[in-house]
T-cell receptor, first 117, second 109 residues
Framework: EAGVAQSPRYKIIEKRQSVAFWCNPI?????LYWYQQILGQGPKLLIQ????????DSQLPKDRFSAERLKGVDSTLKIQPAKLEDSAVYLC???????????????FGPGTRLTVT | RKEVEQDPGPFNVPEGATVAFNCTYS??????FFWYRQDCRKEPKLLMS???SGNEDGRFTAQLNRASQYISLLIRDSKLSDSATYLC??????????FGAGTILRVKS
């Protein structure tokens, strides 16, 4: 079974530029998550989708970050304009959420390492 | 107080040693807990899930202490390949995970 796919793997941009990340979850997984992981910290949830609807975006800086999952499969996270403090790894994860127990387990993609200069 | 707290370490242990990490959480209503392993510059990989009192998988044992609100991860017979950062995660409503900052383990020969 293919895992969570993300691209690009690395991105370097200047502050005030825009950037977009793409994620394709594990086939059949209804729930998709975007996390931000700053060096030395654990991942922090930015936004959670259930199919193509937003479940939780309480920690998404909406003045500069946006995300969509139009057809309920792959997703795009955008930052515009970027700030120096956005330098981090952006991780996408997915889970099936079809019942209880193991279906809630989240599996991560390889991440996109963003450097803002 | 942070929702999930871990000792950052590093824990430096010799091969073959037994090592244990603790993770404390603040929300007493939390039901599910997870340990992830993260290698340098890689994504977190699910190591163990804890839904009741504990779980065991080979050399790895996770135990939940609800009264004191912590979960532990015990690694027996440590291998060089166990060197990594171990992240604790607590599941909240809506399947939201809250992560600790991780504990660094270094196993040396």
């Amino acid at each position: 079974e293919a895992g969570v796919a993300q691209s690009p793997r690395y991105k370097i941009i200047e502050k005030r530029q825009s950037v977009a990340f793409w994620c394709n979850p594990i086939s059949g997984h209804a729930t998709l998550y975007w996390y931000q992981q700053i060096l030395g910290q654990g991942p922090k949830l930015l936004i959670q989708f259930q199919n193509n609807g937003v479940v939780d975006d309480s920690q998404l800086p909406k003045d500069r970050f946006s995300a969509e999952r139009l057809k309920g499969v792959d997703s795009t996270l955008k930052i515009q304009p970027a700030k120096l403090e956005d330098s981090a790894v952006y991780l996408c994860a997915s889970s099936s959420n079809t019942g209880t127990g193991r279906t809630y387990e989240q599996y991560f993609g390889p991440g996109t390492r963003l450097t803002v200069t | 107080r942070k929702e999930v707290e871990q000792d950052p370490g590093p824990f430096n242990v010799p091969e073959g040693a037994t090592v244990a990490f603790n993770c404390t959480y603040s929300n007493s209503a939390s039901q599910s807990f997870f340990w992830y392993r993260q290698d340098c510059r890689k994504e977190p990989k699910l190591l163990m899930s804890v839904y009741s009192s504990g779980n065991e998988d080979g050399r790895f044992t996770a135990q939940l202490n609800r009264a004191s609100q912590y979960i532990s991860l015990l690694i027996r017979d440590s291998k060089l390949s166990d060197s990594a950062t171990y992240l604790c995660a607590v599941r909240k409503y809506g399947n939201k995970l809250v992560f600790g900052a991780g504990t660094i383990l270094r196993v040396k020969s």
